[in-house]
Nanobody, 129 residues
């Protein structure tokens, strides 16, 4: 049974930073493309970032480029989302963030929810003064 467990969410001030972590068990981590999605209240779940199996390639949504960075440690079965310059503009960064994994995906660019084989339960990020 594959399990994805997120940690690191919480409250951050505008302009601040948070670091989300996701640890995977139950499947060979190196076989998985990893990604982060987010879902704000009343909105659809959206792609945030993805990383290839080796970690050599990444993709980030336009809304987070230059502010967020995805990385992975295959020795620790962990994927990280470093979030900097969090903002409250339209509350766009406040959302539940989901760790996602896919063993099928060949193209990590702009992954869709339908590409995902395994989901974490999510961790809440709130950006507020």
């Amino acid at each position: 049974q594959v399990q994805l467990v997120e940690s690191g969410g919480g409250l951050a001030q505008p302009g601040g930073s948070l670091r989300l972590s996701c640890t995977v068990s139950g499947r060979t981590f190196r076989d998985l493309v990893m990604a982060w999605f987010r879902q704000a209240p009343g909105k659809e779940r959206e792609f945030v970032a993805s990383i290839s199996r080796s970690g050599g390639s990444t993709d980030h949504a336009d809304a987070v480029k230059g502010r967020f960075s995805i990385s992975r440690d295959n020795a620790k079965n962990t994927v990280i989302l470093q979030m900097n310059s969090l903002n409250t503009l339209n509350a766009e960064d406040s959302a539940v963030y989901y760790c996602a994994a896919s063993w099928r995906t060949r193209n990590i660019a702009s992954m869709r929810s339908s590409d995902v084989d395994y989901w974490g339960k999510g961790t809440l990020v709130t950006v507020s003064k």
